[in-house]
């Protein structure tokens, strides 16, 4: 089979992601000539009166005691919302055990700037191994200064690894990844495009669009987070100097969040990584982890690890979010990047306002997938009707994927609110429970609210023909996007 053709190096960031949904409509055409796509776990709020599952928590010296685990959980609840938590607690092991690790500390992380001075810090001192995986990889602006820091430390004898998805990364040059490999990193193409470049790995809709950095036993990072250009600038700085840049704002400035982590919940992180290079038969071996980590558990926050496969039975992002809502008492508060969720989450969010819950989402004015804009825009009528406060972002490019429920349910990671995200990607969210961390990521909601535009319903009702005709478009390619 003849290789398909590489595209010319060094795109513009905005041309680069309009191939890479090219190709991601390429598969999802394939996918629909094969008969459609998978179906989503069924919605069951009647579950609330299921009998909930055993709660495991993992600390630094492996599982707790009973007593221990207990005294765990009366801590979080001592943050405040103790009935909350109690509540979402249940509620989160009634799809099964619940498996939490104590003794972390979390840092939040507000787009680029501060995301890649954290990373590429902790990379610096790396002693032992550095595991990343990306959906995207480029080879330019803050991506290409991550590149070097790899090379850098392989050559210092730290063992560098490397997984990039073949279809997120399309327009980065193969002679980027050469180098990479020539340097003494150990990369490995997720799911290559053409399949005589790995036999047996092949997919041209499943997807790796999760993002996480471990280094050693320390630190691990994920969220939403590309290696990309796009990073370059922060947020607010792009708002400061609107209208100017406006025109930039596809390219530059995105709006995003990512998590470090440093605790017992590290290993588990380090082995989503894992995980997926053996599956996908990657060559080299897997660096073995070495030493002690500088804190055995440097924290108090209790955080759940969440990582997605298309082939698994049920989505468990979608299932623990989804259920997290059906139980919420007193707030939802979701920002995210590509909002297309299907009737069953839009009812629920519904379902929700219309019980006295506090609903509010912060979503794209601006995209760089207009249909996956106007298939969410599709369901906005219902929702304010409902009652959901709706918030749209349009200085910069919302890429988020963040929810926080009752203030003490937590979760940031790379999974959208869309079905590529709920059935054919690899995916990796945390979940990060008590009021402290819930707390600021309420106050890191209001910001993005603050900074965004309110969409009225009287307003939203007054929209022209062309907007409506595009929402019944998207609505119709809802579950190819």
């Known amino acids: 089979m003849t290789p ?35 179906a989503l776990p069924a919605r069951t709020p009647e579950a609330a009166g299921a009998t909930p599952g055993r709660v495991n928590v993992q600390g630094a010296q492996g599982e707790l005691s009973r007593e221990q685990r207990r005294a765990t959980l009366l801590n979080v609840a001592a943050e405040g919302r103790h009935a909350l938590f109690e509540h979402h607690l249940r509620t989160l092991t009634r799809s099964g055990d619940a498996d939490l690790y104590r003794g972390n500390r979390t840092r939040l992380l507000v787009d680029g ?12 001192q790396a002693r032992h191994r550095v595991l990343l995986q990306s959906y995207i990889f480029e080879d330019q602006g803050v991506a290409a200064d991550v590149a070097e820091l790899l090379l850098q430390r392989a050559a210092q004898g730290v063992q560098v690894r490397v997984i990039y998805d073949a279809v997120g ?17 150990g990369v490995c193409e997720f799911n290559p495009i053409n399949p005589v470049r790995r036999p047996g790995h092949w997919s041209i809709t499943h997807r790796d669009h999760r993002k996480l950095l471990v280094v050693d036993q320390d630190a691990a990072f994920t969220g939403g987070i590309n290696i990309s250009r796009v990073y370059g600038s922060g947020s607010a700085a792009l708002r400061r100097s609107a209208p100017a840049r406006t025109k930039d704002a596809d390219d530059d400035g995105w709006r995003d969040t990512q998590i470090e982590l440093r605790g017992p919940v590290v290993p ?16 080299g071996e897997l660096p073995a982890a070495q030493g002690r980590p500088a804190a055995p558990e440097p924290g108090d926050r209790v955080v759940k690890v969440l ?26 508060h979701i920002a995210m990047a590509y909002f297309a969720p299907g009737e069953a989450f839009v009812q629920a969010l519904c379902d929700a306002a219309q019980r006295g819950v506090s609903v509010a989402l912060v979503l794209p004015g601006r995209s760089d997938s207009r249909l996956a804009l106007h298939a969410g825009r599709s369901y906005y009528t219902r929702l304010l009707q409902a009652g959901v406060r709706i918030h749209e972002m349009d200085q910069a490019v919302m890429h988020a994927k963040t929810a926080v429920i009752d203030g003490v349910f937590s979760t940031v990671g790379s999974s959208n609110l869309d079905w590529l995200s709920f059935v054919a ?17 309420n106050a890191l909601f209001d910001k993005d609210r603050r900074e965004s535009r309110p969409v009225a319903l009287e307003d939203w009702q007054r929209r022209g023909l062309g907007q409506r005709v595009m929402e019944g478009v998207g609505r119709l390619m809802e579950r190819w996007l």
């Open 169 to 185: 990364s399309i327009t980065t040059p193969t002679e980027f990844f050469k180098r990479l490999t020539d340097g003494g990193v």
């Open 4 to 38: 398909l053709p590489r595209p010319p190096a060094n795109p513009g960031p905005g041309l680069a992601r309009r191939r890479a949904w090219v190709w991601a409509w390429v598969g999802s055409a394939l996918l629909f000539a094969l008969g459609g796509c998978s």
């Open 307 to 332: 990582a997605s496969d298309p082939r698994d039975e049920g989505n468990r992002i979608y299932t623990a979010l989804l259920a997290a809502i059906d139980a919420a008492q007193q707030e939802v």
């Open 425 to 441: 990607n690899n995916e990796l969210n945390v979940i990060v429970l008590g009021d402290e961390f819930g707390s600021r990521m």
């Open 113 to 124: 700037p501060a995301t890649f001075a954290a990373m590429k810090a902790a990379i610096a």
């Open 268 to 283: 588990a992180i380090a082995q989503v990584f894992e995980d997926t290079w053996r599956e996908q038969g990657c060559k």
